[in-house]
Each structure stands twice: as structure tokens, then as C-alpha cells.
């Protein structure tokens, strides 16, 4: 059902969107914090109840604290900093997030059933009035001037056609919303099979991930906790029987386990076993007219590094304020160009660090496997001890040093500073005190809209200029000195970070956590971008510069 009462003489509601899994879910859930009416549909007659995606990064639990739902998982997942690999004739242990993860409030991987996180996503969007149809099904979709006609099957058969602004396929892999809008979506499938099991694991340490390395491949335990303690990931032996449609039965995973752990590890009470192939594949292009792809609809590649689910909730994140920014007839149409100029990328870097990542994993090639045998269990202690090695490659995985410079929304204005994060980068986090209380940079710049962060001493800016763009987009002072309604950066942490030098600057922030803007005293060219971009500032005269 729709969040909101849609217009009756024109589309019904802004976004059909067309698939509820986490990305769907999400997608919707922003939508309607940013204003917009969503009608949400799903093919399947009950969310997934088994794990599925199963862990969640620091930066997608970033922007699901926008919408308030991220303590409630943290609270129900596990979080997972400790890595156990086990080579045939040494174990070598790390703490893979102690280093890159200052800015966070999130310095772990959680570990999470997929069912939960669509439950507790699900649950906030009830809470807004946004139920998911169930059992109901896209057949049909013809694109016009000012919306997208849409055909839907219901449970008995019944067809029903509904009118949106915009439709946004967040239905998987065999995508119908890809389909029908003419998107090609290229690549091919892994010739390997992999079995994954949610069960009970005796003889490793319960609370960190467990990688079994040997020539044969990687054996995976995860810490899940719900439904079973231990999610198992594993590729076949080549040549191994048996369908891809029969879960392989307890006995036939503890084969396959011992062929890794050498018998060492001792498994039982198993909640859900199956069998998969792996494809990677992306759409040529994410957006055709009124029609957008995101999540597994856009990119399906490997498990490696757990970046499916992430990049799907991103991909929403990214998309879903441009959408409602134009369905309010706040921002040109062109604005909907940057989701695939700023997402595509990412989606074409995901492909290519997970395939890089699974064939080093799965390559039977002689040399790989004495590398995996004999040389991996050398280097990758010696890896760990390299500081910098390390925070890099977490914030890699982690998506926290995913950015957008080179989109036309990412502007270095006038006076910017040299240092610190630049237009395009997502602004980190860290403490801040206002009006005596302790909270984060994110915790205030995560509601909804646009955010005008004023870094400086007060005088600095024209208060009718402030004032101006305050009635728009919510505008916060920062600085080292406590005043009302001032954010406090007691020890000037922030203030590093976003690379104040003393001077004053103010920055733009997206309603996604992403830099639009950043420039010194002058305040034109924030208004300029909004005009363009953002919400409409038409009625407010010429901005001054400092005083």
C-alpha cells in the first residue's frame, strides 16, 4: 500500500517498486523518508526464512542508521572483527578491523540472517504504512511522457493496472523489470558448485570466522548465530554428483568438511543445506527512461567479501533521494542520470575484485594450488603485520572509501581546502557534544534531506544568507567552542577529518551521507548547486559572501 495519498489525476503513486528483498526493502524504506509515495510488490508468498546474505558492512549500517533500524540489528547479529585461518600445518589469527575503521560507529562486520534484517526492515516500513503485496507479479510495463504503465498478476490470476512516476526492479537475477524494460545483462555463470549449510559445528571456536585453506580450495564457517550458530561455505570437488535442485543431505556436507578440516571438525543438527552455482553478470545500463535496476537486478557476481547484499542497500540509498527529489519536482530529471554514473562503477569494481578474489580461491591450476598449500600459509601472517596493507584492504571491503568525485553532483567550489575529504567522498563520523549532550556527526546529519555543515568561528557568514538557506535544507555550526545549538569537536577529531584547518569552510551533505559541496567563506556556489540539484531555493534572492 501506498505511504502516502497519491494524486488522482495523474501516476497513482511516484515508485512501484518490484522486488522485497533487502535492497527492495530498503529502497522503499528511504523512499518514504524522503517524501515520496511507494507501492511495493513481491512476487514470492513469504520473505525468505532461511539465512541467505548473511553479513552487514560498516557503511551499509551506516545508512541504514538513517532510517533508525541499525541498533535493533547490531542488536540481534553478531558482530565479527576475528578471522581464524587454518592452513594444513599452522592456524594464524587476526583482528581484521583493529586498523581503518576510526570514522566509524560500526568497526565490525555484523553477522546477521538475512531473514531478520528483511524482518526488522520490513517491520519499519509497516510502522509507515507501507505493506509488501505479496504473491504479486510485474507482467507487463509501457513507458510514457509522464509515467510508466504497469500490468500486475495478483494471487488468483487477477490483473491490475497501475500508474507510477517511476519503477525501480530490485527483483533479482532473473530481474522482470530488466526484462521488460530491454536491459541487456551480460556474463555467465562459475562452471563450480558450492553447498551452503546453516548448522551446528563442533571443534572451532565459537565467536570468530574460520577459513580452511588448502589446495582443494577455501572452507568457510560464519559466526550466524540465527537460525543455526554456524553458516557453512564450501565449493565441491570437481566431479562430484548430485543435482543443484537437492539439498545435499548432513551426510554429504561432512564429507565435504572433512575434505577440508581433515576430520577435524564434527557437524550436526543442520537447519538448511543447499546446493548453488555462482554467475556474475551486470546490466549495460541501470536506468531506461522511468525504469531503474539495483541490487542483484543490476550485479550478481561471488560471496567473496560479503558484498552483494551492501551494495544492493547502497545502491539504493543512492537512488532513492533522487527519486523523490524529481517526483516532488524539486530536481531536473537529469538528476536521475548520476545514479548510474555514480552506482555502475561500483557495481563493474564489485565484479572485478570478487572474480579476482573467487578464482584465486577456487582455481585448480597446479600453481595456485601449491600457492594456496605452501606459500599463503608464509605470506599471509607477514600481510597482517603491514599496518597500511591492512587498513586499506578493510576499507575496501568495508565500503567505507566508496566515492563519487568524479559525478557531475560533486563539486569543489572556491576556496575548498587542500586536505581532508573531498566533494564526492562519504563524510566520516565521529563524536560531537550539542548543548551539553554526546552524540555523532552522523547521528545529526542522518535525518533526512539535505545537511549544511558551517565549520568556523560565529561572524563568519552573513546571517541572512544562513537563514536564507536554512528555510531549504538544515544547516549546523561546528567548532571547538560550546555555544547553544552549536555542534561541539572537543578535541578537533572532526574537524581533522573533514580537513579544517583553522580557516572557515562549509560543506554540503547528500541526503545519502555523501559530499555534494564543499567551499570556504562564500556561500554562492552551495546555493548555485542547490538550484540545480537540490531543493528549490527560486524564491530566495542572491547570497552574500563573509562579512
Not at 66 to 81: F, H
Not at 205 to 216: D, K, Q, R, Y
Not at 479 to 508: F, K
Amino acid at each position: 500500500m501506498s505511504a502516502q495519498a497519491a494524486p488522482t489525476d495523474g501516476p497513482s503513486v511516484d515508485v512501484l517498486v518490484v522486488g522485497a528483498g533487502p535492497t527492495g526493502l530498503a529502497m522503499a524504506a528511504f523512499l518514504v523518508a524522503e517524501g515520496a509515495s511507494v507501492r511495493l510488490v513481491d512476487r514470492l508468498p513469504d520473505r525468505v526464512h532461511e539465512s541467505r546474505a548473511l553479513a552487514i558492512q560498516p557503511r551499509t549500517l551506516e545508512v541504514l542508521a538513517r532510517l533508525g533500524v541499525s541498533d535493533e540489528l547490531v542488536a540481534r547479529g553478531n558482530r565479527g572483527a576475528h578471522l581464524v585461518m587454518h592452513f594444513p600445518r599452522r592456524t594464524v589469527e587476526a583482528n581484521l578491523f583493529a586498523l581503518g575503521l576510526e570514522d566509524t560507529a560500526y568497526p565490525y562486520l555484523l553477522f546477521l540472517s538475512q531473514a531478520v534484517t528483511e524482518d526488522v526492515v520490513g517491520a519499519h516500513l509497516a510502522a509507515r504504512g507501507v505493506t509488501v503485496e505479496r504473491r504479486v507479479e510485474l507482467v507487463g510495463l509501457g513507458q510514457e511522457a509522464d509515467g510508466v504503465v504497469c500490468t500486475l498478476a495478483g494471487p488468483e490470476g487477477t490483473l491490475d493496472e497501475v500508474r507510477a512516476r517511476f519503477v525501480v526492479g530490485c527483483d533479482g537475477q532473473r530481474s522482470a523489470v530488466r526484462q521488460l524494460a530491454g536491459i541487456r545483462f551480460g556474463g555467465s555463470a562459475y562452471p563450480q558448485t558450492f553447498v551452503l549449510a546453516d548448522l551446528e559445528a563442533d571443534g572451532i571456536t565459537p565467536g570468530s570466522a574460520h577459513a580452511f585453506v588448502s589446495p582443494h580450495g577455501l572452507l568457510f564457517f560464519f559466526p550466524l548465530g540465527h537460525p543455526s550458530t554456524w553458516r557453512m561455505l564450501a565449493m565441491r570437488p570437481p566431479g562430484e554428483t548430485g543435482p543443484l535442485d537437492e539439498a545435499p543431505t548432513l551426510a554429504d556436507v561432512q564429507v565435504l568438511c572433512d575434505t577440508y578440516t581433515g576430520g577435524d571438525v564434527w557437524l550436526h543438527s543442520p537447519e538448511w543445506t543447499t546446493r548453488f552455482r555462482i554467475h556474475h553478470r551486470r546490466a549495460e545500463h541501470y536506468r531506461a527512461g522511468r525504469v531503474f535496476v539495483a541490487g542483484d537486478a543490476a550485479h550478481v557476481h561471488s560471496p567473496a567479501g560479503a558484498q552483494g547484499m551492501n551494495t544492493g542497500i547502497q545502491d539504493a540509498a543512492n537512488l532513492a533521494w533522487k527519486l523523490a527529489a524529481v517526483s516532488r519536482g524539486h530536481a531536473p530529471d537529469a538528476l536521475l542520470d548520476t545514479y548510474e554514473t555514480e552506482r555502475a562503477p561500483v557495481g563493474r569494481e564489485v565484479l572485478r575484485f570478487t572474480d579476482r578474489a573467487f578464482r584465486i580461491a577456487t582455481s585448480t591450476s597446479a600453481s595456485i594450488r601449491f600457492a594456496r598449500g605452501r606459500v599463503a600459509p608464509i605470506l599471509v601472517p607477514l600481510a597482517l603485520r603491514l599496518a597500511f596493507a591492512r587498513s586499506r584492504g578493510v576499507r575496501l571491503v568495508t565500503e567505507l572509501d566508496i566515492r563519487y568525485r568524479g559525478s557531475p553532483l560533486s563539486v569543489d567550489g572556491p576556496d575548498a581546502p587542500r586536505h581532508g575529504v573531498r566533494a564526492g567522498d562519504r563524510v566520516p563520523d565521529g563524536r560531537v557534544v550539542l548543548d551539553g549532550h554526546p552524540t555523532t556527526l552522523h547521528g545529526v546529519l542522518g535525518a533526512p534531506g539535505f545537511h549544511l555543515l558551517l565549520i568556523g568561528a560565529s561572524g563568519v557568514w552573513a546571517e541572512g544568507s544562513v537563514s536564507a538557506l536554512a528555510g531549504r535544507i538544515a544547516v549546523h555550526r561546528l567548532s571547538g567552542d560550546a555555544r547553544p545549538g552549536v555542534l561541539v569537536d572537543v578535541d578537533g577529531a572532526v574537524r581533522r577529518l573533514l580537513g579544517a584547518s583553522g580557516r572557515a569552510m562549509h560543506m554540503l551533505v547528500r541526503p545519502d551521507g555523501y559530499l555534494a559541496y564543499r567551499g570556504g567563506a562564500d556561500l554562492t556556489g552551495v546555493e548555485d548547486w542547490l538550484r540545480s540539484n537540490g531543493p528549490q531555493l527560486r524564491d530566495v534572492g542572491p547570497l552574500s559572501g563573509c562579512t
